[in-house]
């Protein structure tokens, strides 16, 4: 007796398999996280927690502080400048950093992302952007 089941009819039914698991261990994951709660008490704002810096790198001045005001003021925004042009920085959902000069590398905190675009830049003048 001959069986009728087909390679096409197999590998759909390992592919649904893999889906299948694939969806659990995201589900195992994600319900890991559920039901914490988080202390609120004396929640003051979004603070930075982040040291401002000003020193000379590599013959570039770099100055980095956090925003009191502004647009970016409310999310934790932080102000840097290289030679007195400002470099537009950006804070990740997971607190990590970015900038327009290394957009792709994750830096953990400003002042490491600022001496990267330094690096970067090799001693090029940063063009500020038009808004």
């Known amino acids: 007796m001959s069986s009728n089941v087909s390679r096409r009819i197999v590998l759909r039914g390992t592919a649904a398999a893999a889906a299948g698991v ?13 039901g914490h709660t988080m202390d609120h008490t004396g929640h003051e704002g979004h603070g930075t927690g982040l040291a401002a810096f000003d020193e000379v790198y590599k013959g570039r001045r770099i100055v980095g502080k956090p925003v009191t005001s502004g647009e970016h003021a409310a999310h934790g925004g932080f102000a840097v400048t290289i030679d007195g042009k400002e470099l537009h920085v950006m ?24 001496r990267a675009a330094v690096d970067k830049l090799r001693g090029a003048s940063l063009v500020p952007i038009q808004m």
């Open 22 to 34: 694939a969806l659990l261990a995201t589900g195992a994951r994600a319900a890991d996280h559920t």
């Open 91 to 114: 804070r990740n959902a997971d607190g990590t950093w970015i900038s327009v000069i290394n957009h792709y590398q994750v830096f953990p905190e400003p002042l490491s992302l600022t």
